[in-house]
T-cell receptor, first 119, second 115 residues
Framework: GAVVSQHPSRVICKSGTSVKIECRSL??????MFWYRQFPKQSLMLMAT?????????EQGVEKDKFLINHASLTLSTLTVTSAHPEDSSFYIC???????????????FGNGTRLTVT | AQSVAQPEDQVNVAEGNPLTVKCTYS??????LFWYVQYPNRGLQFLLK??????LVKGSYGFEAEFNKSQTSFHLKKPSALVSDSALYFC?????????????FGTGTRLQVFP
């Protein structure tokens, strides 16, 4: 089945530094990837839709200059948290859809998430 | 706007007993509904989906869900719970039509199966 690999699984960084999270589709091409953020005991919040070869589409309230998304190839999207602060500490999850299945009705495949802790 | 509600934060059930995790939705038009499961510090895994057809959908790990249009519900069920089913379960909906590809997730229900 389709596999999405996310790296790193955990990262601790100091306040003010930047952190890059990678999301790769291992056995399918993903023209679109999605980045979610999950707070403790809460649901997933869609942050942005990453489009290969074009700008990402950000959800309302998400700072695009803080959460930089790059989708340079059909198998890789990156999320960079710039000038991280403790309030950015969260669980970040990427996902992608294998449109070769049932198109938009195909299920999303999720990475295992990245737990970011900003000290 | 489309939305999904999971009224229970937690469901407790004894191993071997049937389980139900509730989900109701609000969407214009015919809904596309999904259930996902999340284990600790992991991403979500797809369990099952309803697009069209039979109201009873069978999915992974022995789970099934029943689509009820009149009650706008899509409850997740399993006839006999296992301790290993303990996890966080999310219901999600995608509105049909257009080019939107977003899933709207419920707030999640933590299932605890006791031996």
């Amino acid at each position: 089945g389709a596999v999405v690999s996310q790296h790193p699984s955990r990262v601790i960084c100091k306040s003010g530094t930047s952190v890059k999270i990678e999301c790769r589709s291992l056995d399918f091409q993903a023209t679109t990837m999605f980045w979610y953020r999950q707070f403790p005991k809460q649901s997933l919040m869609l942050m942005a839709t990453s489009n290969e070869g074009s700008k990402a589409t950000y959800e309302q309230g998400v700072e695009k200059d803080k959460f930089l998304i790059n989708h340079a190839s059909l198998t890789l999207s990156t999320l960079t948290v710039t000038s991280a602060h403790p309030e950015d500490s969260s669980f970040y999850i990427c996902s992608a859809r294998d449109y070769g299945g049932n198109g938009y009705n195909s299920p999303l495949h999720f990475g295992n998430g990245t737990r970011l802790t900003v000290t | 706007a489309q939305s999904v509600a999971q009224p229970e934060d937690q469901v407790n059930v004894a191993e071997g007993n049937p389980l139900t995790v509730k989900c109701t939705y609000s969407v214009s038009g015919n809904p596309y509904l999904f259930w996902y499961v999340q284990y600790p510090n992991r991403g979500l895994q797809f369990l099952l989906k309803y697009i069209t057809g039979d109201n009873l959908v069978k999915g992974s790990y022995g789970f099934e869900a029943e689509f009820n249009k009149s009650q706008t519900s899509f409850h997740l069920k399993k006839p006999s719970a296992l301790v290993s089913d303990s996890a966080l379960y999310f219901c999600a909906v995608r509105a049909p039509g257009g080019n939107t590809d977003k899933l709207i997730f419920g707030t999640g229900t933590r299932l605890q199966v006791f031996p």
